[in-house]
């Protein structure tokens, strides 16, 4: 697939507890991606909910180290991270809960990385939470549909939530 296809297409996964979002950015002669992703606070709170200090919540440290690691991914694939000052990522959020979301501009992005951000982060932030919060919930190996990863943190939520 060409870029050009890449452009064409946007890369989504979306529940009520979280998303990952790549898509075609404006400067597209760079080759450029905008890479969105969040945390809905709200309804991870069952599991997060005093077991961390008032300064780290487990979800949205997880959300910073992943975009730690896709930063990473992108700067291994020939790719530059970049900063984003603007919040070109309204609007992605499903509910109205409070969100908290980290973005990117990654230019010279290779065919296969929207695909590797979108397997990759779900999985990982979920991983870092549960490591954080030492819940020792066993958690999916390969990625899950939205609908189903959903379910499968409500019923987490359910089990551990305190």
Not at 2 to 17: D, G, L, R, V
Not at 74 to 97: H, M, Q, Y
Not at 121 to 150: F, S, T, Y
Request: include cysteine.
């Amino acid at each position: 697939m060409s870029f050009e296809e890449i452009a064409q297409k946007s890369y989504e996964y979306i529940n009520e507890f979280l998303y990952f979002v790549v898509r075609p950015h404006k400067n597209r002669e760079k080759r450029s991606l905008l890479y969105c992703s969040g945390v809905n606070i709200v309804r991870f709170l069952p599991i997060t909910k005093g077991r961390h200090r008032p300064m780290s919540n487990p979800a949205m440290r997880g959300l910073q180290l992943v975009n730690i690691e896709v930063r990473a991914m992108a700067l291994a694939s020939g790719a530059t991270p970049k900063a984003l000052r603007e919040n070109e990522c309204v609007g992605i959020a499903p509910t109205k809960d409070s969100w908290y979301t980290e973005r990117l501009l990654i230019e010279n992005a290779p065919e296969s990385l929207p695909d590797e951000i979108i397997t990759y982060g779900p999985i990982n932030l979920l991983k870092k939470i549960n490591k954080a919060i030492l819940l020792g919930a066993k958690l999916p190996e390969e990625l899950l549909k939205p609908d189903e990863l959903q379910m499968f943190i409500e019923n987490l939520c359910s089990e551990y939530g305190m």
